[in-house]
């Protein structure tokens, strides 16, 4: 069995780099990592990546929200029996609002939290294959294979027009 090796392509362009990525894709290799300058939705849908699991946490925040207020205005309102003009000690009308209110509240605050938990925000390491180009005007992807099939990847990124191509140890 031969050592893993890492090779890096440089693209210019995102059709490129998508393009490249579904190629890759097919022809299996141990690991590979896309590095874009902006946001790319060719690029995620070449590589397959789900949808975003930001909205079941923000779903589950407004429900608990829902859940706290309730739990809040009726245990709040049985604790303090203030009987105001014959209505019942648990009344509605005046709870929709709270109800709302930290509904929004728990699904917003639910909402950031998922979202720079499923971002890994902040990145305390930065990938070690990972070019300052890649953040300004260059598509950057980083193939995991075995040394033997290494020839065969750089063919599919030069094939799939890759400015640069080079090979590191994995």
Do not use: Q
Request: proline share 6%; glycine share 10%.
């Amino acid at each position: 069995m031969s050592a893993p090796v890492e090779i890096i392509g440089s693209f210019a362009d995102e059709s490129g780099c998508a393009g490249c990525v579904e190629k890759l894709r097919s022809a299996k290799p141990i690991a590979m990592r896309v590095f874009s300058p902006i946001p790319s939705h060719h690029i995620e849908h070449a590589i397959g990546k789900p949808k975003s699991p930001v909205r079941a946490f923000v779903l589950t925040g407004g429900i608990l929200g829902v859940i706290s207020a309730l739990a809040l205005t009726i245990g709040t309102s049985w604790e303090w029996n203030l009987v105001v003009g014959g209505k019942p000690i648990v009344s509605w009308p005046p709870f929709i609002v709270i109800i709302f209110e930290l509904m929004v509240l728990f699904g917003g605050i639910s909402a950031v939290l998922s979202f720079l938990f499923n971002a890994r925000v902040p990145a305390f390491e930065i990938d070690a294959r990972y070019s300052s180009r890649f953040s300004e005007d260059r598509f950057g992807v980083v193939v995991r294979c075995e040394e033997g099939d290494g020839t065969r990847f750089e063919s599919i990124l030069r094939d799939a027009g890759a400015e640069e191509v080079g090979r590191e140890a994995a």
